[in-house]
Nanobody, 121 residues
Framework: QVQLVESGGGFVQAGGSLRLSCTAS????????MGWYRQVSGGQRELVAT???????DYAGSVKGRFTISRDIAKRTVYLQMNPLKPEDTAVYYC???????????????WGKGTLVTVSS
């Protein structure tokens, strides 16, 4: 059973910073894409940033230049460094991984339960 567990959310003032972490556990054959999405109350889940197994990154335009995604493959962990934060960054942030579990023959999408980030003005 593959699980993704996020940490690092919280409350911060505008201009501040937070670092999110997400670690995958379980029997994993290979991880292809790691990333972060976010969702505001009543809104759709949107891409924040992704990083491929080859290290290629992609960012939403609204966070480019402010957020940095990175990973530690050996630890099966993806990070999101966020600064400076703005009030419009307030959302629940979800970890995402596209991976192949041991004993399976295709990749699947997995999601964490989410961590709340609140940025006050």
């Amino acid at each position: 059973q593959v699980q993704l567990v996020e940490s690092g959310g919280g409350f911060v003032q505008a201009g501040g910073s937070l670092r999110l972490s997400c670690t995958a556990s379980g029997s994993i054959f290979s991880i292809y894409i790691m990333g972060w999405y976010r969702q505001v109350s009543g809104g759709q889940r949107e891409l924040v940033a992704t990083i491929t197994s080859g290290g290629t990154t992609d960012y939403a335009g609204s966070v480019k230049g402010r957020f940095t995604i990175s990973r530690d493959i050996a630890k099966r962990t993806v990070y999101l460094q966020m600064n400076p934060l703005k009030p419009e960054d307030t959302a629940v942030y979800y970890c995402y991984m596209n991976l192949r579990a041991l004993g399976t023959f295709r990749d699947m999408d997995y999601w964490g339960k989410g961590t709340l980030v609140t940025v006050s003005s």
